[in-house]
C-alpha cells in the first residue's frame, strides 16, 4: 500500500486598491502608473494580469512575483502603455489556490467635457477703469470625470468683434486665458473654450460676456418752479435745478460737463461745471449777474463720460416781475349765520340753543345735565372767500374769529379749524366782551373751517356776533 501525504494548503492572497484609474495616452505623466499592494499569508509565486471585463480575457501578463516567508508583501505596478481604454481588473494567481481581482479603471484621454467660467462677467473698454479684461478659467475631463491634459483656444464674440487665445494644460491642470476687453467692442457676447485632447475634441458651453463703454446713456434736467420772482420776499426768489444722468455702467463715472443758464438771446448769463454723473443740483437767484432781467430763459445740461458722445437736455425758466404785498379781509356776522345746529349731550333733554334770545341774530345755548362733563355742543361751518383761497398757495395765510360775547355762566369753550381737522386754535371763554382763540393758518386749499362751541355742566352762554378777519399776501406785478 502506497504511503498517505497530507495536500499542500493554498495560499490566500489579497491585492489592494479597488478604485484606480490610469489615463491615456502613455507618457503624459498624468495618471500613466498605479500601484497595489499584494499580500499572501505563505511563501508563493504570483503571475500576474490584466484581464478583460469578463475576468479571463488577458490584456497583458507582467512578470511574476515571488513572495518568500520573509517578505510576504510586494508592490505590483501597473504602466498604461499597451492597455486599451475601458474597465479592466489587474487578476494575481498564487501557484496554488483562487486568484484575487482589484478593478482597474483605464480613461481615453480624448475630452468628453469642455468648461469655462469667467472673472469679471461684465468688463469696460474705457482706459480708467477698474475692470478692464476677463480672466477665462478652462479645464477638461474623459469619460472618468478626471482631468486631462489638453490644448485648446478660448474664444470670445461680440458683435462683429472676435477674439481667440491660446490655451494649454499639460499635466491635466486649470488654465486660465486673459481676455482684454479693447479687443473687442461695446456689446453682449459669449466665450467659448475648445479642447483638443489625445485626438479628441470638445467644446464647453458658451459663457455670456458683456463689454460696456464708459458713457452717458441719457440726461434730464428738472425745475422746482417754472417761474422766478427775484424780489427776496419769500415766494419763488429762486429756483432749484437738479442734473440727473443714466451711464451705460449703470453707476457714477467721470464726466465733462456743464448746466448753463441761456437768455433768449443765446447768451449764457450761469455756467455751473460737473465732473460726475451723479445727481447734482444747483440754484439760481434769477438774476444776470447782479441785475434783473425779466424774461425767458433756457437751462441746459451737457455731458460728456470717458466714451461716447455728449448728452444734452434742457427746460426753461421765467423770470418775471412780481412782488408779494400784504392783504386783508374783515366782515362782521351775526352769531346765527355761523353756528347752525347744536347737540344735546345730557340724559333729559334739557340743552338747548335759542336764536334771536337777546337780540336778533343771536345765539343763546343752556346746558343743563351732561353725560363726562359736557352737555352741548353747537357748531357751524364757514366758507373762506375765495380770495383768500387763491392767496394760500402764496403762504401766510391765516384767519382769526372774534366772539363777541354777551352772557356767560360757568364753563365754555369754542374754537375753529379747516374743514374735517381738529381744532388746533381753541380757547375757553371767561368773561362776556370780545373773545378770540387766536391766528389760525391756513394750508392751501382751505375752503371751509369748522366752528364748534361746548358748554360744561349748568352753563350757558350768548354770543350776538363773530368778527371773521383773514391775513393774507397777494402776488402783485405793479
Known amino acids: ?31 500613466d502608473s498605479a500601484s497595489f499592494a499584494l499580500t499572501a499569508d505563505r511563501a508563493t509565486t504570483v503571475s500576474v494580469d490584466i484581464v478583460g471585463q469578463d475576468g479571463s480575457t488577458v490584456i497583458s501578463s507582467l512578470a511574476p512575483i515571488s513572495l518568500t516567508e520573509t517578505a510576504l508583501t510586494a508592490n505590483v505596478t501597473v504602466n498604461v502603455a499597451g492597455l486599451p481604454a475601458g474597465l479592466l481588473s489587474v487578476k494575481a494567481t498564487p501557484s496554488l489556490g483562487a486568484p484575487v481581482f482589484s478593478p482597474l479603471r483605464v480613461g481615453s484621454g480624448k475630452p468628453t467635457k469642455a468648461t469655462v467660467s469667467l472673472n469679471p462677467r461684465t468688463i469696460h473698454t474705457w482706459s480708467g477703469s477698474s475692470a478692464r479684461s476677463t480672466v477665462a478659467t478652462v479645464s477638461a475631463v474623459d469619460e472618468t470625470n478626471l482631468t486631462i491634459p489638453f490644448t485648446g483656444t478660448v474664444t470670445a464674440v461680440v458683435g462683429s468683434a472676435k477674439y481667440s487665445v491660446a490655451v494649454a494644460s499639460p499635466r491635466g491642470e486649470t488654465v486660465t486665458a486673459t481676455i482684454p476687453a479693447s479687443k473687442l467692442k461695446a456689446g453682449s457676447g459669449k466665450v467659448t473654450a475648445s479642447v483638443t485632447a489625445n485626438g479628441g475634441k470638445a467644446t464647453s458651453s458658451a459663457v455670456s460676456l458683456t463689454v460696456r463703454a464708459t ?25 432749484k435745478l437738479t442734473a440727473t444722468s443714466t451711464t451705460t455702467t449703470g453707476s457714477a463715472i467721470p464726466v465733462t460737463g456743464t448746466v448753463k443758464i441761456l437768455n433768449s438771446k443765446g447768451k449764457t448769463v450761469k455756467t455751473w461745471k460737473l465732473s460726475s454723473s451723479k445727481t447734482w443740483s444747483g440754484v439760481w437767484n434769477g438774476k444776470t449777474g447782479s441785475r434783473v432781467v425779466y424774461g425767458k430763459y433756457t437751462v441746459k445740461t451737457s455731458l460728456k463720460g470717458p466714451e461716447g458722445t455728449t448728452r444734452t437736455a434742457s427746460t426753461t425758466v421765467q423770470v418775471k416781475k412780481g412782488k408779494l404785498v400784504s392783504k386783508s379781509l374783515k366782515t362782521t356776522v ?58 394760500q398757495k402764496y403762504g401766510g395765510a391765516k384767519v382769526r374769529i372774534t366772539a363777541k360775547v354777551s352772557s356767560l355762566y360757568g364753563d365754555a369753550a369754542w374754537g375753529y379749524a379747516p374743514v374735517g ?48 378777519e383773514y391775513s393774507y399776501k397777494v402776488l402783485s406785478t405793479k
Open 215 to 239: 458713457a452717458i446713456a441719457s440726461t434730464k434736467v428738472a425745475r422746482s418752479t417754472s417761474v422766478v420772482y427775484p424780489t427776496k420776499d419769500g415766494y419763488k426768489d429762486s429756483v
Open 1 to 31: 500500500m502506497a504511503e498517505e501525504t497530507t495536500p499542500e494548503p493554498e495560499t490566500l492572497l489579497t491585492l489592494s486598491d479597488p478604485k484606480a484609474v490610469l489615463s491615456l495616452p502613455a507618457g503624459d505623466g498624468v495618471r
Open 421 to 468: 381737522k381738529d381744532l388746533s386754535t381753541s380757547a375757553a371763554i371767561r368773561s362776556t366782551g370780545n373773545n378770540s382763540p387766536g391766528w389760525l393758518s391756513l394750508p392751501a386749499t382751505t375752503k371751509k373751517l369748522d366752528v364748534l362751541l361746548g358748554l360744561g355742566e349748568y352753563s350757558f352762554v350768548g354770543i350776538q356776533t363773530f368778527t371773521v
Open 334 to 391: 351775526k352769531a346765527n349765520k355761523i353756528l347752525t345746529a347744536y347737540i344735546d349731550l345730557g340724559d333729559w333733554d334739557y340743552n338747548d340753543c335759542w336764536q334771536n334770545y337777546y337780540v336778533l341774530g343771536d345765539i343763546f345755548c343752556d346746558g343743563d345735565d351732561s353725560i363726562d362733563g359736557l352737555s352741548l355742543m353747537a357748531s357751524g361751518t364757514r366758507t373762506v372767500p375765495t380770495a383768500v383761497v387763491n392767496a
